[in-house]
């Protein structure tokens, strides 16, 4: 059955607006008609949903996710070890999570065995419930990289650069690479990063990327590091800790989108996920750059995406975007939405409640405008159509049918 959602408070995050007493009609998974007024007579063919005056933005959207680690304790390297079984059930569970959280949509920014790959065309093919997404498979990274060989695959020199990120453009949506180290003692200008990749090979990558058609988001800290990742063309700067004025510019001109996963620093400090206390005084270093590159990126009007990486918090996420960067609450709700939309090319399915719109919707109990920790009261999430209460996402326990079964042929080897 169809259904209409009404008495509602709809946020429109294209034209800054709150759109009160609207309704919203959902035929087919997709959102058929908006009006500007409660639905008082139920119509027969449609499931009508009262929300009671909450208030209803577009489903959230995680530009940079690691479903296998997320929110995890102890070593995070060591953790790579687990082996498939354990990280393929971690990372199910963790992509639930992110749904009952409002977040329809994530980007994968690094995982192994395929698991994101698969998962994703679980959710897709209504196998299990799960959001939506976009993949990038194993991340790349220079020999002797701070990230071991555990988790990204090794490459050095323009040959091996291209080869694989080729291989990963013909099957995922995105590729990783891992473009700066933190130090222990500064590297330039006081900063604690350093290149951990040339530019001929950065963009030896980019440009084979390019030509399938597919896009690079690059692990970058550091405003050498920065320089580097700029003039390669990559679409994503992730983290962007240190970034200048005139590189916040740079990436403006060329159409560079930032992930900053503010929150992703700040947690990490947090003693209780046993991390240890040389990975805590490391990290806390960056805080200073980390600020200062939103900053810069905020003035200079770089497209800003909300990314919670492996530690990061929707609620503290949106504070900080809006406290420390001066991001308007308005423009802090785009980053979680629209902004993110355009970054993945779904502008025209996702990010927004427009007609044609694919019904990935947020329910909240408060008002983000009011207070942007708002954004963790969810209510109630909807997924292609699928209208579900937080305590309601969770797996389908259902043995297989002719007509529900796992016979994807994505996911044959």
């Given at each position: ?375 963790e009261d969810i209510y109630m999430v909807v997924k292609d159509g699928k209208c579900m209460k937080v305590e309601e996402v969770n797996l389908n326990y259902d043995f297989e049918t002719r007509d529900y079964n796992s016979d994807i042929p994505q996911l044959y080897q």
């Open positions: 059955m169809e259904k209409i959602l009404t008495n509602l408070v709809l946020l429109d995050v294209i034209n800054k607006k709150e759109i009160k007493n609207a309704s919203i009609f959902i035929d087919g998974g997709k959102i058929s008609k908006i009006s500007g007024k409660n639905v008082e007579k139920r119509k027969p063919e449609y499931e009508t949903i009262d929300l009671g005056g909450r208030y209803v933005m577009p489903g959230l959207i995680n530009t940079h996710q690691h479903l296998m680690y997320k929110r995890t304790y102890g070593n995070l390297w060591k953790q790579m070890n687990l082996g498939a079984p354990a990280l393929t059930v971690r990372s199910l569970k963790n992509a639930l999570a992110e749904l009952r959280m409002g977040i329809t949509t994530i980007r994968s920014c690094g995982d192994l065995y395929d698991i994101d790959y698969t998962l994703k065309y679980m959710f897709q093919s209504k196998y299990l419930i799960g959001p939506r997404i976009i993949t990038c498979g194993r991340p790349l990274a220079i020999t002797g990289s701070h990230v071991p060989p555990v988790f990204a695959q090794y490459a050095d020199g323009i040959d091996e650069f291209v080869k694989l990120s080729r291989q990963r453009a013909a099957r995922y949506e995105w590729v990783k690479i891992f473009a700066s180290y933190g130090l222990e003692k500064p590297y330039v200008n006081g900063e604690y990063a350093r290149p951990e990749i040339t530019l001929p090979e950065l963009k030896a990558a980019c440009d084979a990327v390019h030509a399938a058609q597919k896009k690079v988001a690059v692990h970058c800290s550091g405003s050498a590091p920065l320089e580097i990742a700029i003039a390669a063309g990559v679409d994503t700067i992730e983290h962007g800790s240190a970034m200048t004025k005139p590189q916040a510019g740079m990436m403006v001109e060329k159409k560079i989108a930032y992930t900053p996963t503010m929150t992703a620093l700040t947690e990490t400090l947090n003693p209780i996920y046993d991390r240890g206390p040389k990975w805590i005084e490391d990290h806390k270093k960056g805080i200073p750059f980390s600020n200062s590159g939103l900053q810069n990126a905020v003035g200079a009007g770089v497209l800003i995406t909300s990314g919670l990486d492996s530690l990061g918090v929707v609620g503290d996420e949106a504070v900080q975007l809006n406290e420390i960067g001066g991001m308007s609450k308005w423009d802090v709700l785009k980053a979680f939405t629209i902004n993110g939309a355009h970054v993945l090319d779904l502008e025209n399915e996702i990010g927004s409640l427009e007609v044609g719109k694919n019904a990935d919707i947020a329910v909240l109990n408060s008002n983000p405008l009011a207070d942007l920790m708002n954004l």
